[in-house]
């Protein structure tokens, strides 16, 4: 009976039997009350609560705190005809959300940065730790800060929430379950999509509806979801990026290189397959959340792949940050600077790291820069020479900045690009070619695919909807198969979750 309680070892995932298990009892109930309104949403409420404690175990505590605070704070603002009050009480949402999200993700930061200015020896503690300890006789270390999952998707969900409101662009919800419901609702809990509140909370109060063409479409996708997160990302990261990464002057620079680039498929694959899986469950029970990726890697520039790339992170980056500091409002100078801030805190937003801020500086600076030239060159790209430059330097830029992103440190930073410009190797790269012949198909599988035509995707994923039922069944079964052989013995958490 362990299954039904939290276990730090083995937290809830998608790609976890048990998973599946889980769903499909809640799918038989949910047959008897999706035509009810109130009972599905309360339904899917505690459901989604019972999902975020089996995956986050006793910081369900903050997702119910959070739930409160923005549900009364919500409330208020649509209440209230003071714009003066509106505004301390948004400001009150956002500051309230971000100092949790801020003491769990970045105190260690701040005080091993007062420790090495003021030669201190100040020690992080943890409250709720502390709490739990004295209250339920528990034995958790209260100097161990751990970041509970999800927080940075449904902070931002929440933080969405009161904006919406004070905008005038929604509504409050009729009750705390209905939010609660909105802000726990489990397919995209813990890594996303980030569901905009005006976006979600309208169909919370819908009839339940899914055609056959959405039925099969759900079901693509969430295989499709499982082959890039089993066969692809797990395989390629625990075989080779990994090994490469943790140790990278025991391999030779085009080793590096080539790590850079499984790195740089297998974080799309982890990520996208994550959210494609979460888009399909979704829609199985009804609702339809946005799109997150669209071949990020085809994009002929930064700006393109921003658009393309995390897209509900980005979006809100923009609608939320970047607008609220003043957008293109106020000139080109402060323009280029708020694109640089938006990406800076989106670096940060990532974690508290030199590497994440760096990360973040780049993409900033970069979006800057092409902006900038944009004014002086305002002629698009329009044949394909150009198009086949700009989307290879492009994707060289992006790869770059996944550096950052990936390396345990700045050290290993450091060595990575070293042994790429210094230690290449050329003459070793048929030996690691024919060595490591399976990763670099399964790399080319994962590139090959993802730059196919969109027209020939949708072509794919039409002609699997039209399948009979039988042979449909036949071809999951076999995949399912397939994916159960060649996946790893240990599960691979998703790297979105760490975020």
Not at 145 to 167: A, E, K, N, W
Not at 222 to 241: E, Q, R
Request: with cysteine.
């Amino acid at each position: 009976m362990d299954f039904l309680f939290y276990r730090e070892d083995s937290p809830l995932l998608f790609t976890q039997a048990i998973f599946w298990i889980f769903f499909t009892i809640v799918l038989i109930v949910y047959q008897f009350l999706y035509s009810k309104i109130n009972l599905r949403n309360h339904f899917l409420m505690w459901v989604s609560m019972y999902f975020y404690y089996l995956t986050g175990g006793y910081f369900f505590t903050l997702l119910v705190f959070s739930t409160l605070v923005d549900y009364f704070i919500g409330k208020k603002i649509y209440e209230t005809d003071s714009q003066k009050l509106k505004k301390q009480l948004v400001f009150l949402s956002v500051f309230v959300n971000l100092a949790v999200l801020a003491y769990f993700k970045y105190t260690y930061f701040f005080v091993d940065g007062l420790n090495f200015l003021f030669e201190t020896d100040f020690q992080a503690s943890n409250f709720l730790s502390v709490l739990s300890n004295e209250i339920a006789d528990t034995e958790f270390n209260i100097h161990k800060i751990i970041l509970p999952v999800g927080i940075s998707f449904y902070t931002f969900q929440t933080i969405s929430y009161s904006v919406d409101i004070y905008r005038g662009q929604l509504k409050p919800v009729k009750s705390m379950a209905d939010f609660a419901f909105f802000v726990s609702f489990f397919p995209q809990l813990v890594a996303g999509p980030i569901v905009r509140a005006s976006d979600f909370i309208p169909q919370i109060y819908e009839e339940y509806k899914l055609s056959e063409q959405e039925f099969g479409r759900a079901i693509f996708l969430i295989i499709n979801g499982l082959i890039k997160k089993i066969l692809i990302s797990d395989y390629l990261s625990t075989n080779f990026v990994d090994r490469v990464f943790s140790d990278p002057n025991a391999y030779s620079g085009f080793e590096n290189l080539t790590a850079v680039y499984g790195y740089s498929i297998q974080i799309y694959c982890d990520f996208s397959g994550y959210t494609d899986i979460a888009i399909g469950l979704s829609l199985l029970l009804g609702f339809r959340l946005p799109i997150n990726f669209n071949s990020p890697y085809k994009s002929l520039n930064i700006t393109e792949f921003w658009r393309r790339w995390h897209i509900s992170l980005s979006s809100w980056l923009r609608d939320y940050l970047y607008i609220s500091l003043g957008g293109n409002r106020h000139g080109k100078f402060k323009t280029y600077l708020f694109l640089f801030t938006t990406m800076l805190l989106g670096g940060l937003w990532h974690g508290a790291s030199v590497r994440f801020i760096i990360w973040g500086a780049l993409h900033g600076i970069a979006l800057a820069v092409h902006k900038w030239w944009l004014e002086i060159y305002p002629k698009a790209i329009d044949n394909q020479r150009d198009k086949i430059i700009s989307g290879f330097i492009t994707f060289h830029f992006v790869a770059f900045c996944w550096i950052f992103f990936r390396a345990e440190d700045m050290q290993k930073v450091g060595d990575i690009l070293s042994n790429i410009l210094f230690n290449f190797r050329a003459d070793l790269i048929a030996e690691v070619l024919f060595s490591y012949k399976n990763i670099f198909a399964v790399m080319i599988l994962g590139y090959g695919v993802h730059w196919l035509p969109s027209e020939w995707k949708i072509e794919i994923a039409r002609r699997f909807n039209f399948l009979p039922d039988l042979t449909k069944a036949i071809v999951i079964v076999g995949i399912i198969l397939m994916l159960f052989q060649i996946r790893t013995s240990e599960i691979q958490p998703f790297i979105y979750f760490q975020f």
